[in-house]
């Protein structure tokens, strides 16, 4: 059974960083992906950044230079780094997992993905 866990979300002010982790456990990570997405208020799911286990990664253009994404395969943990945070940041923060290899055009869709965290609340203030 695939359990998602997110955590490291909360409260900054505009220009701070913060770092989520996503902790993944009853789930083999070859040749599938992972990825954040994240969903404000009224708005659709949006992906935000993916990695597959050939260490390829994709981003939105809104993040692009600001997130990075990674992942520590000795212990199963996803990682986003969230540095130069805007208002426009805010929402709640989803780590989702593949059941396949995705490609590139993909990586994006949340239709893409069977596993899904709970979520973790980001919140920048301006």
């Known amino acids: 059974q695939v359990q998602l866990v997110e955590s490291g979300g909360g409260s900054v002010q505009a220009g701070g960083s913060l770092r989520l982790s996503c902790v993944a456990s009853g789930y083999i990570y070859s040749r599938r992906c992972m990825a954040w997405f994240r969903q404000a208020p009224g708005k659709e799911r949006e992906g935000v950044a993916s990695?597959?286990?050939?260490?390829?990664?994709t981003y939105a253009d809104s993040v692009k230079g600001r997130f990075t994404i990674s992942r520590d395969n000795d212990v199963n943990i996803l990682y986003l780094q969230m540095n130069s945070l805007k208002p426009e940041d805010t929402a709640m923060y989803y780590c989702?997992?593949?059941?396949?290899?995705?490609?590139?055009?993909?990586?994006?869709?949340?239709?893409?993905?069977?596993?899904w965290g709970q979520g973790t609340q980001v919140t920048v203030s301006s």
């Open positions: 989702a997992a593949s059941d396949g290899y995705l490609w590139f055009e993909d990586r994006l869709s949340p239709h893409r993905y069977k596993y």
């Open positions: 990695i597959c286990s050939d260490v390829t990664t």
